[in-house]
């Protein structure tokens, strides 16, 4: 029997070998990957406001992460490594995916509450931070000085009117730090390949929220549309994403890639405008700008890679950014572990 003509990486297994893509993926600029990846990561989470007047937001916060799960888990069948790892790394699985979990439960509190643009912005501080604790100097003291000017305008625009949905931007900000460190670790274990720790942690994520999620998603089986909105959710706010991101990836430098993620809020605020109508004040967008020029101007700390070596990774949870040596889901030798954020 002939064997497939194109062998997924070990690790990654997004039918993408390093150096040598296939024939048909090849044709697409990794850049144009990139791009699906970036309208997807937030095309996903405008739909799912849109879904909130069907259902609640906890049960479509559920119905998405359940749903990525089932893609991830039917593909990857994660359930055969799971008997291989140690300990550590499955209590490390476990926090991963409780931090998914209660993550991406925040994430969609928050976008019922503020604009998407907004509280994208807010999620990039912990990452630039993360890169300013790991590389100190003048250049990342610089982007950290910009992203947290950039979210103190977003936030004292919203901060009288919505100070629940700051809240909750703030904390899903401060767990996606936690989401870093955890995804890095498994990753650096070594013990879980790929995309198989991350469809592990959406199944565990599933699991933690189904007490609260799947009571509020109860509706929705009721309703097809609302069901199937659902679905859609999640396939394209977490599983579409994270498959290009890997395609991108493997042709994009580090600093490349790097430098295309600070315009993840901007493109937050562009789909929140378009989907949402969410029009952004004069204050609004110079916020959005300072975190953009804050993360384009963050140093990492891992070495810097050749202009074809594959880069680190994207966000599981509303948005997307592994930025470098921030720990973000990639592997010992700086290949990217995953998916990936908001949920």
Known sequence: MATPRHRTRSADDVGVPPGRPGRGVARVPPHAW???????????????????????VLGVAWLRIASAALVLALWRRPWRVWGTLDRGTRRLLLGWGAV????????????????????????????????????????????????????????????????????????????FAGYVVLAHRVASSGQVPGLDGLALSMVIASVVALPVGLWQAAPAFLDPVALAAGIGVGIASSVIPYVCDQLAMARLSRATYALMVSLLPATATVVGVVVLTQVPSTLEVLGVALVVAGVALHRSAGPPRSAGGPAPGPRPGGGAVGLGGDGRGHRRDGERHRAPRRA
């Open 34 to 56: 990139f791009v699906v990846s970036a309208v997807f990561h937030y095309l996903g989470p405008a739909f799912a406001v849109l879904l909130f007047a069907r259902v609640d």
């Open 100 to 175: 998914l979990a209660v993550m991406n439960s925040c994430f969609y509190l928050a976008i019922d509450r503020l604009p998407l643009g907004t509280v994208a912005a807010i999620e990039f501080v912990p990452v630039v931070a993360l890169a300013a604790l790991a590389v100190r100097g003048v250049r990342n003291a610089a982007a950290l000085g910009a992203a947290v000017a950039g979210v103190w305008l977003l936030t004292d625009v919203h901060l009288v009117a919505e100070p629940v949905g700051v809240a909750f931007a703030v904390v899903n900000a401060l767990l």
